[in-house]
């Protein structure tokens, strides 16, 4: 792993999520750069134990470390020149998927709160829940039903977290993460919806 701060707040989100007893979706989990804007950005995805595949609920993270964020982190690890404090911008969008109907979005409210846990000063903020049906060529397969709630907001970087990627903040701050997403997916899961089979039961 590389020595940035970037990626220390990977690790420690890995680590919350580990702890919290989730369940990584290996195969959906990217590292990519914007060539234009010179933004890199992190997504993954995490759900429970035991679902199949695709899981009934997940959570699908991304975390995006801006340019303006990278030129301040490298003015003050070269210049040790701190003008302000960089952002990890983030996004959590919990996904209800292999629904057999349409499912009342009044019910996914009632267990998808309006914030996340504090991330040091921040939070993330319900911004939208949407509902989807998806159809395919294959006329034996049953018509699908989704929905998605989207959590949007940024993780302000200290220069403490700066100055030592191992200190406890990081893990302080995304364990707590870690907790309320697995919550929240057991809350979702919860939910008296009817489900198709996941593909590895059929």
Known sequence: MLDHVFTDAIGALRDAFTNAFLERQAFEEHLHSDVLLGDLVWATSYGLPGEGQPP????????????????????????E???????????????????????????????????????????????????????????KRPIDHAAEIVY???????????????NATLDQH???LGGWVASTLVKLGDLQFAYHPADDDK
């Open 56 to 79: 009934r609920v997940v959570a699908h993270i991304t975390f995006t470390w801006p340019s303006w964020s990278q030129a301040t982190y490298r003015a003050w690890y070269v210049d």
């Open 81 to 139: 020149i701190f003008h302000e404090s960089p952002l990890i911008e983030m996004e959590i969008v919990f996904r209800l998927q292999r629904l057999a109907t349409l499912p009342d979005a009044t019910q996914i409210a009632g267990v998808a709160p309006l914030t996340s846990p504090r991330l040091g000063n921040q939070q993330l903020n319900r911004e939208s829940i949407s509902s989807e049906t998806i159809t395919t060529a294959n006329v």
């Open 152 to 166: 949007q907001g940024a993780y302000e970087l200290s220069e403490e977290t700066l100055a030592d990627g191992t």
């Open 174 to 176: 995304f364990g707590s």
